[in-house]
Nanobody, 122 residues
Framework: QLQASGGGLVQPGGSLRLSCAAAGFTLDGYVIGWFSQVPGKEREWVAC?????????YYADSVKGRFTISSDNGENTVYLQMNGLEPEDTAVYYCAADLGRCSFLRSAYRFWGKGTLVTVSS
């Protein structure tokens, strides 16, 4: 089971840190992806981290340099640090997990948590 949290209301230029906590299994060895979804639009890939014999990170172009994904195996949690937030970042953010490689495809992830809402507004 995955649970995303940490969303909220923030002003443009502000920061939030989202958490994706796993229960019932260890995230070590899994690929964790973050996706965002605006009402009426498809869920879009944001970033992913692969914890397997080292750690690799990938980011969508729209968030490169602003968002940072990290993992804490001791806490069994993956984080998404979001800096320089823009109104266009407003969305529900979901985390997802699976074995294998990082992918921007939703279908590559079998396990999904409930989303957390991020609202960027002045």
């Amino acid at each position: 089971q995955l649970q995303a949290s940490g969303g909220g209301l923030v002003q443009p230029g502000g920061s939030l840190r989202l958490s994706c906590a796993a229960a019932g299994f260890t995230l070590d060895g899994y690929v964790i992806g973050w996706f965002s979804q605006v009402p009426g639009k498809e869920r879009e890939w944001v970033a992913c981290v692969r914890n397997n014999r080292g750690t690799t990170y990938y980011y969508a172009d729209s968030v490169k340099g602003r968002f940072t994904i990290s993992s804490d195996n001791g806490e069994n949690t993956v984080y998404l640090q979001m800096n320089g937030l823009e109104p266009e970042d407003t969305a529900v953010y979901y985390c997802a997990a699976d074995l294998g490689r990082c992918s921007f495809l939703r279908s590559a992830y079998r396990f999904w948590g409930k989303g957390t809402l991020v609202t960027v507004s002045s």
